[in-house]
């Protein structure tokens, strides 16, 4: 047997084990995931900091680009904080697993519920961003999955340093008497690609991939497999200056979407003008981008206006068609002027990646127009693309962005990694005592309704 089937069979069994955790044995874990974070946090920043020195000779070499770099970094400012918080967010949410989403008598002591379980075993692939081990295992843990971790070889020492952290944090978790002890192997971590490669054939074993990186580590993975994929590709995100728009608004949305985190999924790539404002609000916007150093690639429209206000620089270049649906994780934009909200969504539809798309505008009507016509899994009025983001969302923690029409869309946190089963509680029936004749039942199908002692009935 392989190395990465002897994995695969054994984050099964954990899953099994775990379908029998009650919830205040998760909260334990987690507390205790937590101490052991930062009872090793200088431990782990070290690690962290020699995967960041390596990096850095990656980039000046040309081999790393400077976007995954910054992602690799969680010492500086609060980010081990966060990362502390986020184990704590976990912890707080209402576990999902057990709670009745529907409930339906279908005859007399025949009667069927909707359950929350766990989607089983998920494989969750990642470049970068060694925080997704922590908040991946956190939320693996809370909603009762098992998870096997692949994180890029930029961030192998900080990975290895959390993972072991997290582990030894699961073995050192008592049960009480009675209790089955939390499976110590339902986190895992994989090194390579080659046990990927097989991980990604063993769709006995593992429920659900989760890929977190490049378009192409996503495409790869959705290409390669019969496994489900959670994820998305890209992040073409944009924002429409509407004919409405308040200047002082699209000045401070844009520049956030578009400077807060560029390497992020949610900043924004393309911003989209409508004629009336492109010679005054656009102009504001615009040199607001170019004070804080954006690349501006505009096109013929918004080019001229530009040059009339003032604002040529070597920041300021001509679009190509190329650059609309381009993702630049970086500070570039594009630009293009278009005559009527319905020309912004149609380019939004046709050049974006349905992950979160904003409007900036006073007019209710073309907002709410603009929502239900943009086919992406977030969109906005008045509010910067950046909180597509779990965290923000309140979910504790996501284990990423879908821009799948499956049973998670746009930031996925908890809920992602559950589905459901149905409950059947019957006395003896048959499906063939229902029907049309004499002797034959007729289904009642009275919903039950759903208080707290339906709603929780089977949850640990």
């Avoid at 049960?175 to 002890?181: I, N, Y």
């Avoid at 509010?383 to 049973?407: L, W």
Wanted: negative net charge.
């Amino acid at each position: 047997m392989s190395s990465a089937e002897q994995v695969a069979r054994a984050a099964r069994e954990a899953s099994n084990l775990l379908q029998t955790i009650s919830s205040a044995q998760k909260s334990a874990v987690l507390q205790r995931i937590r101490r052991v974070l930062e009872e090793r946090r200088d431990e782990i920043v070290l690690a962290n900091q020699q995967d960041k020195e390596a990096a850095q000779k990656e980039v000046e070499a040309g081999r790393l680009s400077s976007s995954l770099f910054k992602r690799l970094d969680i010492e500086s400012g609060e980010k081990y904080a966060t990362l502390l918080q986020g184990v704590d967010d976990v912890d707080r949410i209402s576990d999902p697993i057990g709670q009745v989403t529907l409930a339906r008598k279908l005859d007399n002591d025949l009667d069927l519920y909707r359950v929350v379980c766990p989607v089983g075993v998920c494989l969750v692939i990642f470049e970068a961003r060694p925080e997704v081990v922590v908040n991946i295992a956190c939320l693996a843990i809370k909603s009762g999955n098992a998870a096997i971790l692949k994180g890029g070889k930029e961030a192998a020492r900080t990975n290895q340093a959390l993972a072991e952290a997290i582990q030894h944090a699961i073995a050192t978790t008592p049960a009480t008497e009675g209790q089955t002890k939390f499976p110590e192997r339902s986190i895992q971590v994989v090194s390579t690609r080659d046990e990927i490669s097989s991980l990604l054939d063993m769709d006995r074993y593992v429920d659900l991939v989760i890929p977190r990186g490049s378009n192409s580590l996503v495409r790869h993975i959705q290409n390669n497999t019969r496994i489900p994929v959670l994820g998305h590709a890209d992040g073409i995100c944009s924002t429409y200056l509407d004919e409405s728009a308040d200047a002082q608004k699209a000045v401070h949305i844009v520049v956030d979407a578009k400077t807060n985190y560029p390497a992020a999924c949610n900043a924004t790539e393309a911003l989209l003008v409508h004629a009336s404002v492109v010679s005054t609000v656009f102009v504001e916007v615009a040199r607001a981008l170019l004070a804080a150093g954006v690349r501006l690639h505009a096109d013929e429209r918004s080019l001229a206006a530009i040059e009339q206000a003032g604002l040529s620089s070597a920041l300021v270049s001509r679009a190509t068609e190329a650059d609309f649906g381009h993702e630049y994780t970086d500070l570039d934009i594009a630009i293009r002027v278009v005559d009527s909200l319905d020309d912004a969504i149609d380019h939004i539809n046709a050049h974006g990646s349905k992950h979160t798309d904003a409007i900036v505008t006073e007019e209710r009507k073309n907002a709410e127009w603009f929502m239900r016509r943009v086919d992406a899994a977030g969109v906005y009025w008045n509010a910067s693309t950046r909180f597509a983001d779990g965290f923000r969302y309140g979910f504790g923690a996501e284990i990423g962005v879908s821009t799948n029409k499956t049973h998670a869309r746009g930031p996925a946190g908890l809920e992602g990694l559950t589905i459901y089963k149905y409950y059947l509680f019957g006395d003896g029936q048959g499906a063939g005592d229902f029907g049309v004749g004499q002797g034959k039942h007729q289904f009642l199908h009275e919903d039950i309704p759903i208080d707290s002692s339906v709603r929780d009935k089977f949850v640990l």
